[in-house]
């Protein structure tokens, strides 16, 4: 069994630090309208914020092994949430934005596929809860949506 450890200090108000076994840190916070003050990121972002990573980190490690050149690649992410608590995603929307000038389109679609399919251990555990469509752009075009249950 792999056993992953985090710790998450309260430093006041509704503020929390976490760290990761790596040192590194993150602060915690929520609303003013429930206490917080905004100085850091709201835990239900942090969620998206891990999907985006794990995703990408599988994607351009894919992508590096294919021989894949790219300019760029960003992802902007949304999740609906549902309207009563604990208001998890229902359905989030996962936009893969590639510029680069190879002809990459299959390789590209693999990577994304296998990431979401296969090895993108936060996607598995929220399409147990959500419903995650992916949309795959190449140079500004659509090219591919997949999506999974």
Excluded: W
Aim: charged share 20%; hydrophobic share 40%; aromatic share 6%.
């Amino acid at each position: 069994m792999n056993v992953a450890h985090v710790d998450v200090k309260y430093t006041g108000d509704m503020q929390f630090v976490a760290t990761a076994p790596t040192g590194h840190s993150v602060v915690i916070d929520s609303s003013p309208e429930v206490g917080g003050k905004n100085s850091g990121v709201r835990p239900m972002d942090l969620t998206l914020m891990a999907l985006g990573g794990c995703t990408g980190i599988d994607v351009v490690s894919i992508l590096k092994k294919m021989r894949v050149n790219l300019d760029s690649f960003t992802m902007d992410i949304d999740g609906e949430r549902a309207s009563d608590h604990p208001k998890v995603y229902t359905k989030i929307f996962l936009n893969y934005r590639f510029s680069t000038s190879d002809d990459a389109q299959d390789k590209i679609s693999r990577a994304v596929h296998l990431s979401q399919e296969k090895y993108c251990s936060v996607s598995q555990m929220l399409v147990k809860s959500a419903v995650i469509e992916a949309r795959i752009f190449i140079n500004g075009e659509l090219v591919e949506t997949l999506g999974h249950s």
